[in-house]
Each structure stands twice: as C-alpha cells, then as structure tokens.
C-alpha cells in the first residue's frame, strides 16, 4: 500500500529541496530567494532548467541524473505526487534538484529575469476549451519572458495532437526560432536525443496504446508581441488514459 497523502505532506514539510507556495495565485506571498536559487540553494552558476507540470518528478530527476552541472527544478501544484520525485532525489544524493509547489500562472514570482535558461513541458494538459491555460499559450509565454534568458529554449513533449499543433501554429506565427520539430519521437530521434531518453510511466502507456509521441524545441525571444494564432484544430480524441474527451465540438482554436 502506497503511502498516504498525509503522509506525503508532512515528509516534504521536512524536505530542504522542497518550497511550497500552494495559495500563492490568491495571496501574493514574497518569495525572497527570487533571483537568489543560485547562491542561495545550488551554490553554483550553472544553468537552471523548470520543469512545469512536473507530476511525480520523473523528468526533473531523470534530467538532472544526465547532466549533474545542471540545475533542474520541478514545478507542480500537486504535493503528493511531487512527493516522489523529491524523495528519491534525496535518496540519491541529487544535490541539483529542488522542487517548487505552486500554481504556474504565478511562476514568474519566483524567478527573477534571465535567471532561467531552459523550460520542459511535459505532457501538459493541453486545455482545448480554454486557450488561455494552455502552457504554451502567449499569455504563459509573456510570464516566461520576465525569468527566461533571452532566446532561452522551451521543450514541448506531448502525446496530444491538439497541443502540438497549436503550439507548432503559435510559434509560426510569431516567427519564434525552432530546433526540433517531430509528430513521432521515437521514431526520428536521433540516440543521443535528451527528449527520447527518458520515459514516464503514463507515456508508456500512451505509447503501448499506439499514440505518437510529439515534440517540439523552440527558442522565445524577449522582445516582440507575442500574438495566438487564429485557426481551428481537430480536438484530440480523449485526454488521458481510459478517458473520454470533455468536449461534443469537434474543433477549437
């Protein structure tokens, strides 16, 4: 029997690679390592890579296992399962890992401007009724910008065709700068591909049940407006595994 939510909490209470902000949309609580993480946790200038949407912390884990003069913080709202990720770091001694719990829609409280080099998105709810909560969406881009270094990497891993075609029409769009760009992962990485090397539980689910897995790395310059592309896209078949999809439209933008 897996351990309790309760249990979970009081553990990263205790936890020094843990941060927890969970009401911070509602009351802005100052964050007063913001433009700090460097001296103030990792004690060390290399680079800083978000992970937003964490869950149980596989790829923040996974990633910083790859590349130890890395520093890598997951982001997610969900405590119990952030608890995961943030235990086995500290089981393993992963001394460039932290973990942030808080709402994304404020992330931009906690870091400070080009203080952030990369961001990973993976497998975001792709929010096809509400274009705004998208996490590629320009209003999530604009907040990127105020911590992101100029022209600094966003990577989009998603099994949803809707989100991937959303954001590939958004970066068209605004002319952003794109590395790589695959609706079949696995099937065209090259094997030093840092997309296709690590593996969640729920993406070998998807990819036992025949879905592609798409990725996208684009750069996000600071400057320019940013504007949404304005165009309809089928809507994914179903959300998540055993799930059915939420909408009767068949399209959105």
Not at 10 to 39: C, I, K, L, R
């Amino acid at each position: 029997m897996g351990k309790g939510k309760l249990a979970k909490f009081a553990d990263m209470e205790t936890y020094e690679n843990v941060f927890q902000y969970p009401y911070s949309v509602v009351e802005h609580v100052p964050f007063e390592m913001q433009g700090h993480w460097h001296e103030q946790y990792f004690h060390n200038d290399n680079p800083i890579v978000l992970e937003l949407g964490c869950g149980k912390g596989e790829y923040t884990v996974g990633l910083a296992k790859m590349f130890p003069d890395v520093n890598f913080i997951g982001v997610d709202i969900k405590g119990a399962r952030m608890w995961t990720g943030a235990t086995q770091a500290i089981k393993e001694g992963l001394k460039n890992v932290a973990f942030l719990r808080t709402n994304i829609e404020v992330i931009d409280r906690f870091f400070s401007l080009g203080e952030v080099n990369e961001i990973w998105l993976t497998f975001s709810d792709p929010q096809m009724k509400n274009p705004r909560k998208r996490l590629t969406s320009t209003w999530f881009l604009n907040r990127y910008r105020h911590f992101l270094s100029d022209g600094g990497f966003i990577h989009l891993k998603t099994d949803s065709n809707f989100l991937f075609t959303y954001t590939s029409y958004l970066v068209e769009a605004n002319h952003l700068p794109v590395l790589v760009k695959t609706t079949d992962l696995y099937a065209t990485a090259p094997k030093d591909s840092v997309a296709a090397s690590i593996q969640t539980y729920y993406e070998g689910m998807w990819i036992a049940r025949g879905l592609n897995i798409k990725y996208l790395k684009f750069c996000l310059p600071r400057d320019g407006e940013l504007i949404e592309p304005d165009v309809e896209i089928e809507l994914d078949d179903y959300r998540s595994y055993h799930r059915d999809k939420r909408s009767p439209k068949e399209k959105a933008k």
